[in-house]
Antibody, heavy 118, light 107 residues
Framework: EVQLVQSGAEVKKPGESLKISCKGSGYSFTSYWIGWVRQMPGKGLEWMGIIYPGDSDTRYSPSFQGQVTISADKSISTAYLQWSSLKASDTAMYYC???????????WGQGTLVTVSS | DIQMTQSPSSLSASVGDRVTITCRASQSISSYLNWYQQKPGKAPKLLIYAASSLQSGVPSRFSGSGSGTDFTLTISSLQPEDFATYYCQQSYSTPGTFGPGTKVDIK
């Protein structure tokens, strides 16, 4: 069974760093792109970027380039999303998802809620 | 970036109704169009990929059509579990932009 399991909710202060994770199982982790999607409170879905764990090829949305870093450790089938200096506007739910046919996202993690507040 | 629009932004419908949601891309995306359903507090769920291919396990009352710039999602007979928000997404080029969503609620 394909599963993506994300790390738990985080509460951080502005300026702090953070790395959240997404662990894949039940499939060949190195053979599928993994994407990250942001959903701010009460808002729609925003495509942030994708990574191919097989060779760590990474693509970012211009809206998120330089704001976050996407990485992966294929030895433990885990993708990451990290911030070096959080802002209150980073408060959102973050989802990881596996990309499959026609680059659709067929399996999703349960989401990680990140709250940034002083 | 390719821009995606959806209409309507919300609609009210009754169980058994036929519901159609439209999605438009700012440039041709061939058939690289996906539809997702999201319920409150849950992750999105893939319904349709490649404009008209039904994802495994999704009920056949859901269907998709279109190519180029104009696409539709149709629910042939709305069921109680279908009340949710629906998003289209283009996967023709990065970033894989989503539409703003269409909320389907109970009339």
């Amino acid at each position: 069974e394909v599963q993506l399991v994300q790390s738990g909710a985080e509460v951080k202060k502005p300026g702090e760093s953070l790395k959240i994770s997404c662990k894949g199982s039940g499939y060949s982790f190195t053979s599928y792109w993994i994407g990250w999607v942001r959903q701010m409170p009460g808002k729609g879905l925003e495509w942030m970027g994708i990574i191919y764990p097989g060779d760590s090829d990474t693509r970012y949305s211009p809206s998120f380039q330089g704001q976050v870093t996407i990485s992966a450790d294929k030895s433990i089938s885990t993708a990451y999303l990290q911030w070096s200096s959080l802002k209150a506007s980073d408060t959102a739910m973050y989802y990881c998802a596996r990309q499959s046919l026609y680059d659709s996202s067929d399996f999703w993690g349960q989401g990680t809620l990140v709250t940034v507040s002083s | 970036d390719i821009q995606m629009t959806q209409s309507p932004s919300s609609l009210s419908a009754s169980v058994g109704d036929r519901v159609t949601i439209t999605c438009r891309a700012s440039q041709s995306i061939s058939s690289y169009l996906n539809w997702y359903q999201q319920k409150p507090g849950k992750a999105p769920k893939l319904l349709i990929y490649a404009a008209s291919s039904l994802q495994s396990g999704v009920p056949s009352r859901f269907s998709g059509s279109g190519s180029g710039t104009d696409f539709t999602l149709t629910i042939s007979s709305l069921q109680p579990e279908d009340f949710a928000t629906y998003y289209c997404q283009q996967s023709y080029s990065t970033p894989g932009t989503f539409g703003p969503g269409t909320k389907v609620d109970i009339k």
